[in-house]
């Protein structure tokens, strides 16, 4: 299926129900924050979008620094894994390559829906670990998908 580079058009209904059901387990698992993004285009280096959209949508400020947001990047078929500094600093990079290894094996078979899922469930089991949930939390970040042009 030739799937759209429009972010509200990407997924299909039922990979958009499986995501939100993913994002929602994760979250009560943990403290942590999870936020999918999908991006039409990207005409700088992915690191500095992500970088910027970090702090666009205000994900820098988490209470514990512990929310991880995934980048679709749909024109230029990248994505990126970027984890704010409390949750990095506990798991280093090798976490965040071998997240986006197992996503990508699933991308490249166009089962967007299940690589989402499945880098949610790792993000969410170290979240899970380093950040369990408090009886204090509260949902800081909409869980809704961000459609960016």
Known sequence: MKRSTN??????????????????????????EIK?????????DIQSRAARLFKKLNLHQTRRRNCVMIV?????????????QGIHEKVGQDFWKDVRDRMGACFKEDRFGDGLAEGIG?????????????TDD???????????E
Not at 36 to 44: E, G, K
Not at 124 to 134: E, N, S, V
Not at 138 to 148: F, G, H, K, L
């Open 138 to 148: 509260t949902d800081e970040i909409s869980d809704e998908v961000a459609y960016q």
């Open 72 to 84: 679709l990047v749909l024109t230029n078929h990248e994505f990126l894994v970027h984890g704010d």
């Open 36 to 44: 999918l993004v999908l991006v039409r285009h990207c005409w700088t």
């Open 122 to 134: 790792l993000i969410a089991d170290k979240l899970a670990h380093f950040f369990p949930p408090q």
């Open 7 to 32: 972010p509200t058009k990407f997924l299909t209904a039922e990979e958009s129900r499986q995501v939100a059901a993913a994002v929602e387990q994760a979250e009560k698992r943990t403290s942590g």
